[in-house]
């Protein structure tokens, strides 16, 4: 269905073997998950009600919000704790996978979530760290998205984006004028200026994952990296 995939540390072998049932859960939620192209640019960045449908799969699946706590003993004394707050969560009798969804996030965020599990992993708290992102294709065809919806809905100007919700700051409109100025179509204008702003090359995508992989931030952690595609945008309806 053209996702994004990598696992490493053994992560695919650990998944198949020890937790075929979460796996296939992950899966079904996946290959359900769509975005309709309306939805995507009403929702910009930060915590989107796209995001939160595939939240909710999960969580009715068993995968809840969880914070982690791990303390540290010497001699009965308490010398310090932490807490990970893990997006969700699946416990079962062969251990525990945890998953954050990094939509539309800064592109450190990323280290955050490796790093988290790293320690996790490390502290026997967790046996395999997922994250799901936007996909190399979608990432790559935002703009298309876009400026085909901006054609489809006919918006030819600022006033047919607000009555879809959508306010351009003054930033914005004046990118957009001088680039129509310069030959340039209201929609091919506007879908530039939207994409560069909230789903720009600083942000949690498949290509700044793997810049984190190749470094190897997360080792020892098994890892699978799944990158959402752009066939899940379908045309609003």
């Known amino acids: 269905m053209g996702f994004d995939i990598d696992t490493r540390n053994h992560a695919e072998a650990i998944l198949i073997r020890d937790f075929p049932v979460p796996l296939g859960e992950l899966c079904d939620a996946l290959a359900t998950f769509t975005i309709d192209d309306v939805e995507l ?8 009600a ?6 909710h799969a999960l969580a009715a699946q068993g995968w809840p919000k969880r914070n982690i706590e791990i303390q540290k003993l010497i001699d009965g004394e308490e010398r310090g704790s932490t807490t990970h707050e893990i997006d969700h969560v699946k416990k079962t009798s062969a251990g525990s996978i945890a998953l954050e969804i990094e939509w539309n996030n ?12 790293q320690r996790l992993h490390v502290e026997g708290a967790i046996s395999v760290g997922v ?5 190399a294709s979608l990432q790559e065809q935002l703009v298309d998205i ?14 047919d984006l607000e009555q879809f919700g ?13 680039q129509i100025k310069k030959g340039r179509d209201f929609a091919d204008a506007w879908a530039r200026v939207f994409v560069a702003d909230k789903f720009g090359t600083a942000t949690t995508h498949w290509d700044k994952l793997k810049q984190r992989l190749e470094r190897g931030v997360g080792n020892p952690c098994p890892l699978l990296l799944i990158g959402l595609p752009v066939n899940i945008i379908i045309p609003n309806t």
């Open 146 to 159: 876009v400026h085909r919806a901006a054609i489809r809905y006919e918006w030819q100007g600022f006033e």
């Open 166 to 178: 959508l306010t351009p700051t003054l930033r914005q409109r004046t990118i957009v004028n001088s």
């Open 106 to 117: 800064k592109d450190p965020f990323y280290d955050r979530d490796l790093e988290n599990f």
């Open 41 to 48: 640019i009403r929702s910009g960045g930060g915590e989107a």
């Open 50 to 55: 796209s995001t939160q449908r595939l939240r």
């Open 131 to 135: 994250i799901v992102t936007r996909g």
